[in-house]
């Protein structure tokens, strides 16, 4: 099953079960994914794209506002912890670094041709941020 359609099938039984704030973040992803489906230049897996956009998005909310705005923080936090589910496991930053040094013991040095090689290898298992931050440790430039 895609991840729209266990999307919309965790939608309805979130309906059905009266609960009421997990059926309205389902209800924006999925309006989200519509939109993107809409959208003629827009490719590749457009679910996880939204979903890893809006968690990226609540997650800079906590991280800026948590302290002073305590109960819509901890509203998202249990959006983000609702949606993590339809994600790929993100790699970890052992996983990373083993990776890059494998691109670049096959002869590549430049950081934007090893992160477009981690990119295409792992796709949304791959925490952009977390990989350029591995890189500069690696020393690439």
């Given at each position: 099953?895609?991840i ?5 099938k ?8 009266g609960?009421?704030?997990?059926k ?8 989200e ?25 609540l997650?800079?909310f906590?991280?800026?506002h948590?302290a ?5 923080a ?7 912890a609702?949606?993590e589910?339809y ?20 002869g ?5 041709l ?11 298992a791959l ?5 350029a931050?591995?890189?500069d ?5």
């Open positions: 099953m895609d729209k359609a266990e999307i919309q965790d939608r309805i039984a979130a309906l059905r079960a609960e009421g704030e997990k309205a973040t389902l209800d924006y992803i999925l309006g994914i519509q939109k993107k489906e809409k959208d003629p230049s827009a490719k590749g897996d457009l679910a996880t794209a939204v979903i890893l956009a809006y968690v990226k998005a997650r800079e906590i991280a800026e948590g002073t705005h305590a109960e819509t901890g509203k998202y936090a249990n959006e983000i609702q949606l589910k994600l790929p496991k993100q790699l970890g930053d052992d996983e990373i670094r083993s990776a890059a040094r494998a691109i670049m013991d096959s590549e040095t430049r950081k934007g090893v992160m477009k090689a981690l990119k295409e290898k792992h796709g949304a925490d952009g941020k977390r990989a931050t591995i890189l440790e690696l020393g690439l430039k």
